[in-house]
């Protein structure tokens, strides 16, 4: 598998009236986990689309580079992380796949 980076599709926080303040603390809520190749010579970058074909700019990068694949002799290792895993979008899992 070439270079790739992990982005996730949040929903942002809502005000509970226009100019008011952020309701739930204001944090935003990571909804689908995706992958996207790298952008070419800029690795953990992703490119403008997801594996599954959706627009990556409104998408949030995951900190740091993503995993790289099944190490050996760890079986269960993933491309994204643990606690993700009910969000993970199945069509980036198929065509990240594994080692």
């Known amino acids: 598998m070439s270079a790739m980076a992990v982005v996730y599709e949040v929903e942002e926080p809502v ?5 008011g303040p952020v309701a ?3 944090e935003a809520v990571v909804v689908r986990v995706h992958a996207a190749p790298a952008a070419p010579g800029m690795p953990g970058v992703p490119g403008p689309r997801t594996f ?3 627009d990556t700019f409104a998408m949030r990068a995951a900190g740091g580079p ?3 694949g099944q190490p050996a002799g760890q ?3 993933t491309w994204y992380e ?7 979008c199945p069509a980036c899992d198929d065509a990240v796949g594994t080692d």
């Open 15 to 19: 005000a509970a009236h226009p100019g």
């Open 24 to 26: 739930g603390g204001g």
């Open 52 to 54: 599954c074909g959706r």
């Open 66 to 68: 993503p995993p790289a």
């Open 75 to 77: 079986p269960g290792a």
């Open 82 to 88: 643990a606690r993700y895993a009910d969000r993970v």
